[in-house]
């Protein structure tokens, strides 16, 4: 996790050097965000600066950021609340904007 055993893959690095954020092209062109530019993420715990990747891969209204990258940990902007029992984070959800940098 945030890369331990990821970031020792060089094509794996090759492919993707640095955190990101997906947005949803109708979203993108709303927000006025053109592929590869640099936004800011942020939710009421926190913010990241990512490079913002418009595809259609993730859904309207839906943001995606990788939990792999430690120098842009996406865990700043989500809930640290863990499962009582089982002590693992719960899903990584939570509300979130993307502002221009």
């Known amino acids: 996790h945030t890369g331990t055993m990821t970031r020792r893959s060089e094509t794996l690095e090759g492919e993707a050097p640095e955190s990101f954020v997906e947005v949803n092209p109708a979203d993108a062109e709303r927000m006025g965000i053109a592929n590869g530019e640099k936004v800011k993420v942020y939710s009421r715990r926190g913010e990241l600066a990512l490079k913002a990747v418009v595809t259609d891969r993730v859904p309207l209204n839906t943001l ?30 939570c509300a979130a904007a993307v502002g221009k940098l």
């Open 64 to 93: 995606f950021i990788p939990f792999h990258f430690a120098e842009a940990a996406a865990n700043v902007l989500t809930n640290p609340v863990v499962d009582p029992v089982a002590k693992i984070p719960e899903y990584k959800v």
